[in-house]
């Protein structure tokens, strides 16, 4: 496949920057709050992971460029 359309139109058919950009995601998560969850209910743990995908995404958000179009 990479052969017959190049490596940009190989990524763009399997959608490669959305896996890429969950990997990182993921990445973040595990280096940031770690790989296990600490509570021991089920509705604790699910806040608990809650509570980590907004820290992760604040931290993303003020961490990202503004961009504009130029021309």
Same mark, same amino acid.
Not at 5 to 34: C, D, H, P, T
């Given at each position: 496949?990479? $052969?017959?359309?190049?490596?940009? &139109?190989?990524?763009?058919?399997?959608?490669?920057?959305? @896996?890429?950009? !969950?990997? +990182? =995601?993921?990445?973040?998560? $595990?280096?940031?709050?770690?790989? &296990?969850?600490?509570?021991?209910?089920?509705?604790?743990? @699910?806040?608990? !992971?809650? +509570? =980590?995908?907004?820290?992760?995404?604040?931290?993303?958000?003020? &961490?990202?460029?503004?961009?504009?179009?130029?021309?």
């Amino acid at each position: 496949m990479i $052969g017959e359309r190049g490596r940009l &139109g190989w990524r763009q058919a399997v959608n490669y920057g959305k @896996r890429s950009l !969950a990997e +990182v =995601a993921m990445f973040r998560y $595990g280096k940031v709050i770690g790989r &296990g969850l600490h509570a021991r209910t089920p509705p604790t743990r @699910r806040t608990e !992971a809650n +509570v =980590a995908c907004k820290v992760i995404n604040i931290m993303t958000g003020s &961490g990202m460029p503004v961009s504009r179009q130029v021309a």
